[in-house]
């Protein structure tokens, strides 16, 4: 399965990827932002998108919404600090499939992933 990890911070993309390594999915792709991740979208083979929210240029949930108006099947996990019921809401009504709020833990993001392919 091949990962699209996309945030501004290269810490948090080493901390997921090596999440991802851990939980056998090796096969990751990195964006710095959702403009960034848009290409690397282009390029194909993108089985599943993590993303942050907070990013310069192109934040989560403007990369979101530019995903969904191109693919509305792929699925999106947002990963965020914003924890509130209406930010939530905001990112489901924007197209993210489910959330992990940082920090998050290696079980918690493996239980979002397997459930976006059950």
């Known amino acids: 399965m091949k990962i699209l990890v996309v945030d501004d911070s290269p810490t948090m ?5 090596g999440n991802l390594v851990r939980m056998g999915h090796p096969d990751a792709v990195e964006g710095e932002n959702g403009r960034v991740g848009l290409e690397k979208l282009a390029q194909g083979g ?12 192109m934040n ?6 530019a995903v969904r108006s191109q693919d509305t099947t792929l699925p999106i996990l947002m990963v965020t600090t914003h924890a509130a019921t209406e930010d939530i809401l905001q990112a489901l009504q924007a197209g993210v499939n489910t959330y992990v709020v940082k920090p998050f833990t290696l079980e918690g993001l493996q239980a979002k992933i397997n459930s976006l392919f059950e």
């Open 13 to 17: 993309r080493r901390i997921i990827i």
């Open 46 to 57: 993108v089985d599943l998108i993590i993303t942050d929210w907070d990013m310069p240029e």
């Open 60 to 65: 989560g949930l403007e990369f979101v919404r």
